[in-house]
């Protein structure tokens, strides 16, 4: 053996690897959006679906995103007929109801399906901790740059959107984001109580680094 | 119990070829060679377990066993049973059992043909083929276990991806590519085991693989045309390679095991570029794996990539041990590879092969890079790009062109140096037939100097190569006094690998005319019509009659019934459709081909009103498309001829003292 | 000393042949790779947006689909919600396509403003989905499926 050639040989094959693993964390699928950073656009949708416990909105009432300053909201964009949708269910409805009584909003809102349908969808996966909010014609669909869904926007207490996730969330990626943006909220607020807007989460956080998870792609 | 028969059969498999890999070099180590029929063994009880946990799986998608993960996932009542058992390979994790299964039969055969040579060669060889299926058996056990409980059971299941399941082709191309794929751990076992035997300077690691390196290269090419066939008949949109990665991933592998099958000889005869070889084959399975990996983990966009959760992760240690294991042996040996010949003449048969591989192995790179291309940008620069057909086509347009003319030059060049004289005989019936297809090119209308060129380079290697059968044949009666189709078939039989090549080359120029002929003269139209209403595309007319619907087992068909017109006559019937399959959104198309030995007549359904007052309907004229098909089975001639065992040989060594030598490590040609 | 000398020759041949590789993979790659953009993004290129192709991703603009089927001629807008591009295609439009749906657009934006596509692709985030009431073929086309009479 000659081992010098050997070791040379294999110091190439490091950059190709490490392209590969770096790769693996992407999803080529993935269509960055414009929004990550941005004011998000303002909505005014009803509610369909009440939720439970505390986090109940009655049936009809509108929900406005303005009326949410001062909260972190948590925006899930879902269907009846989306088979993804049901693999984040319970993480979503798991951690809204563990952050009950913190300034934290979990919404969701039905993409092209009637209410009817969504109802039913929700009693069959059994119940859903927090409000849905119908939106007819995707208006508010459209104005966020929905490709499909699932899609959960993270939207910071100044309501810029701070983070957008495409396909399923896990419950880890709900926890990391809204506790830092809650942080972020708090340090800003006791800092300076005319919090200025561009103390907002941003760099590393305005990215879009989700996979859709094993399920959604075996779903096949 | 299905279910557990298949997974524990798995688990006892992998156990047995980690076992059966370590005790090889124990054994060797130990001088215990006796252990070694243990390590031999091992490759066969692994066999017959993948064989028995495959078949479990058949069974349970036969008999909906919803129990089986595999099963709810691809499984439905309603799918006919036909499409059921070739769901097999529909998705991942059965393509893994399928994948498992086909290596453990190349293993076993292939320890079976070699289990009396002596040395260290053949047991490193199944230890390294035993490592490899312990990978697959690893994948099986963990990321893409087939075999997972599911509780409740359901009644029924979505069935596989209709697109899978819409044409008969699905049941052919994954298999063939899969032999292809797998056929490569073949040789790559070998050459490991001659790099760890010690034994890689003497070429018994090349001769001891030569066939299976030919299968594995048919089955490979016969699974491209298979995908290209799949796709034009599938897809609708009329062309059979879009460059995409998953296409690209079988073909970039296909490049290197040409290369090599042709450099190989030079090898043989010369004694030359034995790393060069070594590097190719080992490239072949490395290539494949990178393949794999590139269109099952998800790491690249693809209209066909199956996107999966942590099997990346699994792949890319696999590929991070292969490679370094590869690179680390053949540059640690690339002392021992020194050339024994030298290039004589630049005009030799041996320069043709050298150029050959240089143009094989840019083509490769070309094809590599501009797959690998949107990673690193987006990996370097950030951007998101995709690097689509004009690329690929500017680059490998004069590449394939050029590679067509080498393709005439090579079969007429000699071994060592070309004398002017008998050179021209052979090149000359080439020329003529070169000539004549390009002014009847020019003729048709092609003005594209690629194209034209093409068509000169085709016609010259069919002459070339098709004349070498005739004078071959013609030296035969003028010896033997033959008859001259008994020369001809002894000429061949005589010497299966040249002509099976040269039957190759043939179907290579079959292939090429279509695909030149494809491109430059393919005409299309599209047009709404009302029934009563026509549309002629390339002087063909069809008549629309009228739209229908109809309501299948396992699905709802929208139809045109088209007629095709000479003058006020009818005389066909063309129905294109679109095939609702109810797990999916969009409706698959479902063109319909009328193929003539000219070319096809393509129809594709693009629309139609609810109440079937009109449609839109595309129409092609595809020149010269079925022989493309048709070139692929000549390929696959010429592949069988080069593999198939020669009988004068087999007499010649049942007399020699090598006797004891199996069929498939027949000594030089 | 021949044979280092012709080992020298060699390993300068292999970087020329090297080198011009790749350049000529730069330069093909350099014109021919197809960038993904919003129309936002291709809005802020400004002139350097022009004539060069590109895959365009958004959601179709409601109420802006006009489809001619005797011309065979498709014209919508594309939007991100920020940004907005006027998309003319050729052919018909693939079965999913409809408002509001999310859109890629493989093609070139020209210097009147029209997005001129060859290749339109409905985006679709999951293929399972369970039909609608009125959406199966069946009760959508009741007209064609008694048509077939069997």
Known sequence: MNWKRASIAAATAAPVIGLFAWGLTRDPNNIPSPLPGRQAPAFALAVFSPGQGRLTRPVGDTVRLADLKGKVVVLNFWASWCLACRDEHAALSQMAATYEGKPVQFLGVLYNDVPDKGMAWISEMGGQSYPSVDDPGARVAIDYGLYGVPETFFLDANGRVAYKNTGPVTPGTVRLKVDSLMAAAQSAASVTPSATPSSAPSGAMAKDTSRPSAKAGSAK | ?669 | MTTKKTKWGALAAVGVLVIAFGWLIYGGLDSNVVYFLTPKELLAKGADGYDKPVRLGGQVKPGSVVWDDKALSLRFSVTDGTGEILVHAKGAPPQMFKDGQGVVVEGRYGKDGVFTSTNLMVKHSNEYKAPKQGERPAEMYKSLMKSAGT
């Open chain 2, 1 to 669: 119990m299905t279910r557990l028969v298949a997974s524990n059969a798995i688990l006892v498999a992998a156990a047995v070829s980690a076992l059966g890999a370590l005790l090889t070099p124990i054994a060797i180590h130990k001088g215990r060679r006796d252990w070694l029929m243990l390590s031999y063994a091992a490759v066969y009880t692994n066999f017959v377990l993948v064989t028995l946990a495959t078949l479990a799986l058949v069974w349970g998608l036969v008999s909906h066993d919803f129990s089986i993960s595999y099963v709810a996932q691809v499984g439905s009542r309603a799918t006919p049973t036909f499409y059921t058992i070739i769901s097999l390979w529909g998705a991942l994790e059965g393509s893994i059992v399928f994948w498992a299964w086909v290596l453990g039969m190349y293993a076993a055969a292939v320890v079976w043909f070699n289990r009396h040579r002596e040395g260290n060669l053949v047991p490193y060889a199944a230890a390294t083929i035993l490592m490899v299926a312990l990978f697959f058996h690893i994948l099986l056990i963990g990321p893409a276990n087939p075999f997972q409980p599911v509780v409740p059971v359901p009644f029924d299941g979505p069935g596989p991806n209709p697109l899978l399941q819409n044409h008969i082709l699905m049941a052919v191309h994954p298999p063939l590519l899969y032999l292809g794929y797998v056929g490569f751990s073949v040789p790559f076992a070998f050459a490991v085991g001659a790099m760890l035997a010690g034994e890689v300077a003497n070429d018994d690691w090349i001769r001891l693989t030569r066939r299976w390196t030919l299968v594995a290269w048919g089955f490979l090419s016969a699974a491209i045309i298979a995908g290209m066939w799949w796709s034009y008949e599938v897809l609708g949109w009329g062309g059979y390679w879009a460059w995409d990665p998953v296409e690209n991933a079988s073909f970039i592998p296909w490049l290197t095991a040409t290369a090599y099958l042709h450099s190989v000889m030079v090898q043989e005869r010369r004694g030359m570029l034995k790393l060069w070889n070594l590097n190719l084959m080992v490239g072949t399975f490395v290539l494949t794996i990178l393949g794999t990996f590139l269109t099952r983990s998800g790491i690249i966009s693809s209209v066909h990539a199956f996107t999966q959760g942590t099997i990346g992760y699994f792949f890319l240690a696999f590929i991070a041990v292969v490679l370094l294991a590869a690179l680390i042996l053949v540059a640690g040996n690339s002392d021992k590879l020194g050339s024994e010949g030298r290039l004589d003449a630049p005009l030799s048969r041996e320069t043709a092969f050298l150029v050959q591989n240089l143009f094989f192995t840019v083509f490769m790179f070309t094809v590599l890079i501009g797959t690998l291309f949107p990673l690193v940008a987006e990996a370097v620069r950030g951007v998101k790009v995709s690097v689509g057909t004009p690329f690929f086509n500017r680059m490998s347009v004069p590449l394939m062109v050029a590679l067509l003319f080498l393709m005439g030059v090579g079969p007429a060049l000699p071994w060592k140096k070309a004398a002017g004289a008998e050179l021209k005989g052979r090149v000359l019936p080439g020329v003529v037939v070169g000539v004549l297809l390009g002014v009847a090119a020019l003729l048709g209308g092609a003005r594209n100097g690629y194209a034209v060129l093409a068509y000169v380079f085709a016609g010259f290697a069919l002459g070339v190569n098709a004349a070498e059968f005739v004078r071959g044949a013609n030296a035969r009666v003028k010896a033997h006094g033959e008859l001259w189709v008994t020369a001809l078939m002894r000429l061949v039989s005589a010497n299966r690998r040249r002509y099976g090549g040269y039957v190759a080359h043939i179907g290579v120029v079959l292939v090429a005319l279509g695909v030149a002929s494809s491109a430059t003269f393919k005409t299309e139209q599209e047009a709404t019509l009302k029934p009563g209403e026509t549309l002629t595309v390339a002087g063909r007319t069809v008549r629309f009659k009228n739209a229908w619907g109809r309501e299948e087992k396992q699905r709802q068909v929208i139809g045109a019934t088209m007629e095709l017109m000479s003058g006020s006559r009818v005389v066909g019937i063309i129905e294109p459709r679109m095939n609702y399959y109810p797990t999916q959104q969009q409706p698959v198309p479902t063109p319909e081909v009328r193929s003539m030995l000219s070319g096809d007549l393509y129809l594709n359904l693009m629309a139609f009103k609810q109440d079937g007052s009109n449609i839109t309907v595309k129409v092609i004229w595809e020149p010269l498309v079925p022989w493309i098909w048709f070139g692929g089975l000549v390929v696959c001639l010429g592949a069988i001829i080069g593999i198939w065992p020669s009988r004068e040989r087999q007499a010649s060594r049942s007399g020699s003292a090598n006797a004891a030598a199996p069929p498939m490590t027949e000594g030089r040609a």
